[in-house]
């Protein structure tokens, strides 16, 4: 099956720092990863829909400055995580499909941010 | 947008016993229904799907049943495991639009004791 990867799995920052974070697909060609946050005990929240190559659209409520993402290739999408809050702590999870006629998204293992 | 709504929250059965979720769904174009089971600090993993163009799917142990009149979808379990304890989600898309993105019911966890 489709193996998407993250990096890192964990990380811990202090206050007032940026956080990147990797997501790879690394046996298909993702032509839209999506980014997700989970907080404890809550359901999956979609964040942002990318595409490889233009900007992303984010979810109502997301402040697309604080979350930058980037889909430079067809295997890579950036999450940075800009002037990181003790509130920005959560489960972030990437997800991606590879073309438009395939409904399943193969999701990352997920990266825990923890924001001292 | 879409809004998907699941029950119940909680759902604590014994071992052999069915488990059934429940899930509701507001768009009508929504065509894609995927369910996922869900382990403490791990990805969410597909169990099963069902498109708009189907009533039903099953995968041994595991059912889902589709009702695009009344717009909602079940997941069944049958014999159930204690290795079946989890976080349940079930999620609907509509594929044509905003690159089939999902939108994820709030969860249930499942518990099965021995």
């Known amino acids: 099956g489709a193996v998407v990867s993250q990096h890192p799995s964990r990380v811990i920052c202090k206050s007032g720092t940026s956080v990147k974070i990797e997501c790879r697909s690394l046996d298909f060609q993702a032509t839209t990863m999506f980014w997700y946050r989970q907080f404890p005990k809550q359901s999956l929240m979609l964040m942002a829909t990318s595409n490889e190559g233009s900007k992303a659209t984010y979810e109502q409520g997301v402040e697309k400055d604080k979350f930058l993402i980037n889909h430079a290739s067809l295997t890579l999408s950036t999450l940075t995580v800009t002037s990181a809050h003790p509130e920005d702590s959560s489960f972030y999870i990437c997800s991606g499909r590879y073309d438009r006629s395939n409904y399943e998204q193969y999701f990352g293992p997920g990266t825990r941010l923890t924001v001292t | 947008g879409e809004n998907v709504e699941q029950h119940p929250s909680t759902l604590s059965v014994q071992e052999g016993d069915s488990a059934v979720i429940k899930c509701t769904y507001s768009d009508s174009a929504s065509n894609y229904f995927p369910w996922y089971k869900q382990e403490l600090g791990k990805r969410p993993q597909l169990i099963i799907d069902i498109r708009s163009n189907v009533g039903e799917k099953k995968d041994q142990r595991i059912a889902v049943t589709l009702n695009k009149t009344a717009k909602h979808f079940s997941l069944h379990i049958t014999e159930t495991q204690p290795e079946d304890s989890a976080v349940y989600f079930c999620?609907?898309?509509?594929?044509?639009?905003?690159?089939?993105?999902?939108?994820f019911g709030q969860g249930t966890i499942l518990t099965v004791h021995p």
């Open positions: 999620a609907a898309s509509r594929r044509s639009t905003s690159y089939g993105k999902l939108t």
